[in-house]
Nanobody, 120 residues
Framework: VQLQASGGGLVQAGGSLRLSCAAS????????MAWYRQAPGKQRELVAQ???????TYADFVKGRFTISRDNAKNTVSLQMNSMKPEDTAVYFC???????????????WGQGTQVTVSS
């Protein structure tokens, strides 16, 4: 599975950005997609995810501001980010999941990461 992310950049606090990620390759049996982020000196953290047959879920720190959406026909996942804050500054990664969650048999596939910078 290959993931290509796009849409990062620089935005002022309170502004909006939209990230997109396209999946290709052996995408059969992908059962979920997500966005993670990693700020300098911090661990990678889950921002939002959407699993097959389930509604989207969000980290508390983005609830009400970010929206994840998935287009299964186009094999894409997007993240609409509104009311952005300086603390949203990070490298954002899209992720595709295959196999059982919370299980060593599960597989994670990662995009290359896209930088998002929010200025105050």
């Amino acid at each position: 599975v290959q993931l290509q992310a796009s849409g990062g950049g620089l935005v002022q606090a309170g502004g909006s950005l939209r990230l997109s990620c396209a999946a290709s390759g052996s995408i059969f049996m992908i059962n979920g997609m997500a966005w993670y982020r990693q700020a300098p000196g911090k661990q990678r953290e889950l921002v939002a995810q959407i699993r097959n047959g389930e509604g989207p879920t969000y980290a508390d720190f983005v609830k009400g501001r970010f929206t994840i959406s998935r287009d299964n026909a186009k094999n894409t996942v997007s993240l609409q980010m509104n009311s952005m804050k300086p603390e949203d500054t990070a490298v954002y990664f899209c992720e595709a999941h295959r196999g059982p969650y919370n299980d060593p048999r599960g597989q994670h596939f990662w995009g290359q990461g896209t930088q998002v910078t929010v200025s105050s």
